[in-house]
């Protein structure tokens, strides 16, 4: 089986991010971002996605973190994309529903090639310690943007800020896992009726 694993580099005056991915790994995660929280997010993404992944972020933080966390999420699409390569075998369609106490998560997303993001989620709170939440959407809108996804993210309940966005990460972590994984039926053919993504 060909290697499926990307690296992808992107430097702008905002922001320099490194990234690569084994989209067959161990679920091994290398992050430093200077931002904590997204960290422990994207933890998730690897550890539930059984994928091995690094991003090395260095941003402009001393405005905001909202240039990092959106090229962070473009630079992810980015490697994912990559690493898939034709994107031939894979189920292409992955969905998950995670829970964390009282919060309750669904994603479901496509490597349609069509990028779209739905992003029904409300936070009783703005910020988890120092990370404003709203990040996360421009977060996803990078990663659909480059990875040419469409992604469902729906809180379903939820009543802790962490809590739900955990929640959120965790399965999305889960649906990528399902949608890249290979089809040994189908290994030699794209996933589509068009016979193209």
């Given amino acids: 089986m060909k290697n499926r694993e990307a690296n992808v580099e992107r430097n702008t005056k905002e922001t320099q991010i490194v990234a690569s991915v084994d989209l067959d790994g161990n679920g091994v995660a290398d992050l430093k971002a200077d931002l904590p929280f997204l960290e422990h997010m994207l933890e998730q993404v690897a550890r539930h996605g059984m994928m091995d992944l690094k991003i090395h972020a260095r941003g402009d ?13 473009i630079v992810l699409g980015q490697v994912i994309d990559k ?15 995670v829970p964390l106490d009282e ?42 943007n480059h990875a040419k996804a469409t992604v469902h993210i729906d809180n379903l309940r ?35 009726t068009k016979e193209k993504l």
């Fill in 61 to 73: 933080l001393q405005i905001d973190a909202h240039h990092t966390v959106e090229d962070i999420g």
């Fill in 83 to 97: 690493a898939l390569g034709e994107k031939l075998g894979i189920n292409r369609f992955g969905s998950s529903y």
């Fill in 103 to 144: 919060s309750l998560s669904r994603v479901v997303l496509d490597f349609s090639g069509r990028p779209g993001l739905q992003y029904n989620v409300s936070y009783p709170r703005s910020r988890v310690g120092e990370f404003d939440v709203d990040l996360l959407q421009e977060f996803f809108h990078g990663f659909v």
């Fill in 158 to 192: 939820g009543a802790n800020s962490h809590h739900i966005a955990e929640t959120i990460f965790k399965a999305f972590g889960k649906a990528l896992k399902v949608a890249v994984a290979l089809d040994p039926r189908n290994l030699n053919k794209i996933p589509s």
